[in-house]
């Protein structure tokens, strides 16, 4: 029997890491599902869906060579996990400003309190040392009304100095 | 009258290019009959191309009146279609009757100029804009064998900004 499991993985950044885990993992008959990769503060990052008939241990006994080789760290979980469940986004938020504690935080508060899910996050530092600039986009599915969601967001923006755009995703289906 | 199959990807068949209808008889009228009737009794759908159902012949039908607050022109039947004329581009979401369960942000004509013929052969234009724009270049592009996965842009392609603090 094929079982889900996540795959997460964290190490310094350099060519070639996810040939090389992937490759591995091809090798012994793994399927991959749905993946996040992505490089952050100089480090590589996955999350990754990986199907297999092997279980817990064998998989983490795939990935150890690389792990001894490389330094890089792989944790792996068994899920409950499928495929085919996607929930469909119906807003998009843009939230930049200088960088101070708390804007991920109070920003995501208030989403929650309108009942957002939060379907995919992703946040930048930029700017320089002395003046960073922190930039999030998310989506997100709720049944709040944009009316409600733009009232709740004007006010959280002013206190915290900071932009906020509401952009309605209106998927179209042809 | 008959609900016609959905052609879904990876079927090669979505990758055809089409032909332009000549003859505008009887039994066109009898597959615009079943390309309605497959669009409207399927999953909630704003337009449907004549490939999608395997019949491949430049017949798009556009109908995004069932959307809210969308400036449209009801319900358009276009053979033959050609974009005249496009201006300005923006990015959306779409998704497809022939990918299920997923969808993308991909980036189109904001306002079209359309030239088409109606189903008795006489030639229609319209101006459109926004929304049924997209629906419109959408379903054109099953005409050239194109999905919307062939224009996909990435998740952090920004969408048309707009300001409400």
Known sequence: MKNWFMLTLIGQDRPGIVAGLTRALFENGCNLGEASMV??????????????????????????????????????????GALHSHIEPNYRFTVYGADQAGIVAETTETLARLRLNIIN?????????????????????TKAKQEKIERALVELAKRKNIEIRVIPINTLIG | ?????????????????????????????????????????????????????????????????IKPKIPNHGRLILI????VAEQGQVVGREGCLSVP???????????????????????ISFSMEGYEARAVQHEMDHLDGLLFLDHLVSRRDLFRRKKYK
């Open chain 2, 101 to 123: 369960d997923f969808t993308g942000n991909v980036a189109r004509a904001e306002s079209i100029e359309l030239e088409a013929k109606d189903a008795h052969g006489n030639t």
């Open chain 1, 121 to 141: 996050l992703e946040t930048d530092v930029g700017g320089t040392d002395e003046n960073p600039i922190y930039i999030m986009h998310i989506e997100g599915e």
């Open chain 1, 39 to 80: 490089r952050l503060g100089g480090m590589f990052t996955i999350m990754m869906m990986v199907e297999t008939e092997s279980d817990r241990t064998e998989l983490i006994t795939l990935t150890r060579p690389m792990e001894a080789s490389t330094g890089i760290r792989v944790h792996i979980d068994e899920i409950e």
């Open chain 2, 1 to 65: 009258m008959a609900q016609l199959e959905i052609l879904t990807f990876p079927d090669d068949r979505l990758k055809q290019v089409s032909t332009e209808v000549e003859i505008f008889d009887d039994s066109l009228h009898a597959f615009l009959k079943d390309l309605e009737e497959t669009m409207d009794e399927g999953p909630p759908s704003v337009g449907i191309a004549a490939p999608q159902v395997g019949r491949f012949e430049r017949i798009v039908l556009v109908d995004v009146s």
């Open chain 2, 80 to 83: 033959n279609p050609k974009i």
